[in-house]
């Protein structure tokens, strides 16, 4: 009957345990005192990462808003030296590239989008992975691809810049189009199929609806991407220091006055790019953080 | 393709007064769309190709290597450039490395719930300020700093390492570097903090109930599932700044000589084209579309081993926000 006594000293397991345990005892110090300091390492690098990223906020509001004035608004950027400069062209410029090239890419990413979602061939995964390098491509090559294919051609214009910059929005709308789509529960798509709709009514009427949240975050986030690209313009628009409002000629926008400015000895120059950098600034944080508005509402009606 | 279309039709189109396509018509419409964008970017590639290649074909490939750029003495070397390009990338990524992962780290596992929906949506909202911002606060408030300050204090502690030579001018490497570095970061938070977000939960609470201390669990279990997802944030970070133009071209000071210290002004690719392609004409500017062509292949390149690291780490839930920030 030795089988049934159980003299614990000796049990392999618990004297294992037993020797773990004593060793974490004897480390816990040690491990506690460098857990601290490495943590310490991590608050320290966060405390680093946001000190220049508030720095260039803070600074750019308090030197742009000085240059924010009536005359900042309403009148054409003037050369050094003549007084009363503005940016109003370079607005324009900005609003109407912007709206083209949005435009254009939304119908054409939304349905890039639908096709990435409802594939999954070997061209799909190809579009797929095309449009995640795409995104990454730097912009000024974009900006080159619009001088060769059709500066070259048609002269400098608004349009061209907007064909540009939306090389570079289009990739990113439809890889968020993709999501967003594929979020959509797949019993939705299935009961629009048991109802007998076709394919095109169930996008419509179905997922389209469903996905909106996504595909509005995405596309504004696309726009407040594109509307802040400098080099695509510098081969494509041209600038123009008159107000134009017709796209097929040379425009002048936000990003390009800020870059010919900042390079400049001139402080009334210089002010103006203060000026319209916390206006880029602004629209792109507003584009942003409406885009999180929108889809936050959106999704809390769904519920 | 109507004869596979099974859905009924006719009476459901008349009820709604609807438009409506057969599913074979739809399918076509998406194709067309996909169609029109693969289209695009073999435009895009042909155009570049296309107008690179006088250079290649009249001085072959070694006259990337070469290390003069002198159009006046038909000299186009690109190694000044090249080189630029890989030193400011790696100034910036030397700094966005640590102290990008450290924020990221503390955003996913240290800071209070409510800090962290904070300083989330911050760091995805700075990810869209436009580059030439940075650029712009570079060469009016952070080249005189540099000059004065920053710069002194490196040369005297690390002046023996030989990295710290000549005048102090502010702009110059280090500054694009240090711009560089400013501005990748929050592009690369969002994303390690997306990929570190999504190690599994029970790994952690398995870690910590064995008796592991925070740092213990972040660096045996956490960081090891999240290595090829952080590892795809770097590449992703470093492809940005390879490409970044306007913000580098203000504040790196512009030189086509090879740097011989941090300090020194240089220029990297995409400043040579940026700089440049006002006058340039003939050969000139066919070496410009040749450096193009060699910032497409490196950015295609890093970009490609990115995304492949990035792939499938984030999900559905973090690829959203990825690919809105990348």
Redesign the interface.
């Known amino acids: 009957m030795s089988v049934l006594t159980f003299d614990p000293s000796g049990d392999p397991i618990l004297e294992r345990r037993r020797q773990i345990q004593s060793i974490a005892q004897a480390s816990l110090g040690r491990r506690k005192a460098s857990s601290a300091v490495a943590l310490g390492i991590c608050w320290v690098f966060l405390v680093l990462a946001i000190i220049p990223l508030v720095a260039v906020i803070v600074y750019t509001f308090a030197k742009g808003i000085v240059a924010w004035n009536a005359t900042f608004f309403t009148q054409v950027t003037k050369p050094e030296g003549i007084p009363d400069g503005g940016v109003a062209n370079a607005l324009v410029g900005t609003v109407i590239i912007g709206a083209v090239a949005t435009a254009v890419t939304i119908p054409l990413g939304l349905l890039g989008g639908l096709f990435l979602a409802e594939s999954d061939g070997r061209v799909a995964a190809g579009i797929r992975f095309t449009a995640d390098l795409m995104t990454g491509v730097p912009s000024i090559l974009m900006g080159i691809f619009g001088y060769i294919a059709l500066v070259k051609a048609f002269g400098y214009s608004g349009l061209i810049g907007a064909f540009a910059i939306g090389m570079i929005m289009l990739p990113i709308i439809m890889r968020a189009c993709e999501t967003a789509i594929r979020g959509v529960p797949g019993h939705l798509n299935e009961a629009g199929l048991a109802l007998g709709a076709r394919r095109f009514m169930i996008a419509r009427r179905v997922i389209l609806p469903a996905a909106l949240p996504g595909i509005i975050t995405g596309v504004l986030l696309a726009i407040a991407r594109g509307v802040g690209e400098t080099a695509p313009l510098l081969f494509t628009i041209f600038g123009n220091q008159y107000m134009q409002w017709n796209p097929t000629k040379p425009m002048d926008a936000l990003p390009l006055v800020i870059y010919n400015n900042s390079s400049q000895p001139y402080p009334d120059l210089l002010q103006i790019a203060w000026g319209a950098a916390l206006l880029l600034m602004a629209m792109v944080l507003v584009l942003s953080i409406g885009s999180r508005i929108v889809a936050a509402r959106l999704q809390r009606e769904r519920r | 393709m109507a004869t596979t279309?099974t859905?009924?039709t006719g009476g459901e189109k008349r009820r709604h007064g609807r438009f409506?396509?057969?599913?074979g018509?739809?399918?076509a419409?998406?194709?067309?769309?996909?169609g029109?964008?693969?289209a695009?970017?073999a435009?895009?590639l042909y155009?570049?190709v296309?107008?690179a290649r006088p250079i290649f074909s009249a001085l072959g490939v070694s006259w990337i290597f070469q290390p003069t750029w002198n159009p006046n003495l038909h000299k186009f070397g690109l190694l000044p450039f090249i080189l630029g390009t890989i030193e400011t990338t790696a100034i910036a990524m030397v700094l966005a490395v640590?102290?990008?992962?450290?924020?990221a780290?503390?955003?996913a596992y240290?800071?209070p719930a409510r800090v962290k929906v904070v300083?989330g949506?911050?760091v995805?909202?700075?990810a869209?300020?436009?580059?030439?911002?940075?650029?712009?606060?570079g060469?009016?408030?952070l080249a005189p700093l540099w000059r004065e300050y920053v710069e002194p204090f490196l040369t005297s502690v690390l002046g023996w390492t030989g990295l710290f030579n000549g005048p102090n001018e502010g702009v110059g490497l280090l500054l694009a570097g240090t711009i560089l570095f400013?501005m990748v970061?929050?592009t690369m938070?969002a994303i390690s903090r997306d990929v570190l977000a999504v190690v599994p939960r029970e790994q952690v609470e398995g870690a910590m109930a064995l008796?592991a201390?925070?740092?213990?669990v972040?660096?045996k279990v956490v960081l090891p599932d999240a290595r090829t997802g952080l590892l795809g944030a770097f590449t992703?970070a470093t492809?940005?700044a390879?490409?970044?133009?306007?913000a580098v071209a203000?504040v790196i000071g512009n030189s086509n000589y090879i740097a011989h210290s941090l300090k020194s002004p240089a220029a990297t690719l995409?400043s040579l084209?940026?700089n440049n392609?006002g006058e340039a004409s003939g050969t000139e500017l066919a070496a410009l579309?040749g450096a193009?062509l060699v910032?497409?292949v490196i950015?295609?390149g890093?970009?490609?081993i990115?995304?492949v690291l990035v792939r499938g780490k984030t999900g559905?839930a973090g690829?959203?926000t990825s690919?809105?920030?990348?």
């Open positions: 279309d859905a009924p409506s396509l057969s599913n018509a739809y399918r419409i998406l194709i067309v769309g996909a029109i964008f693969a695009l970017v435009w895009f155009s570049i296309n107008q640590p102290i990008g992962l450290g924020t780290l503390s955003l240290l800071v300083l949506s911050a995805e909202l700075l869209a300020v436009p580059s030439v911002v940075y650029g712009l606060w060469v009016v408030a400013i970061l929050p938070v008796g201390t925070r740092w213990q972040l660096r992703l492809g940005r390879l490409g970044e133009t306007v203000l995409p084209i940026i392609f579309f193009g910032l497409l950015g295609l890093v970009n490609s990115a995304r559905a690829g959203a690919v809105a920030v990348a």
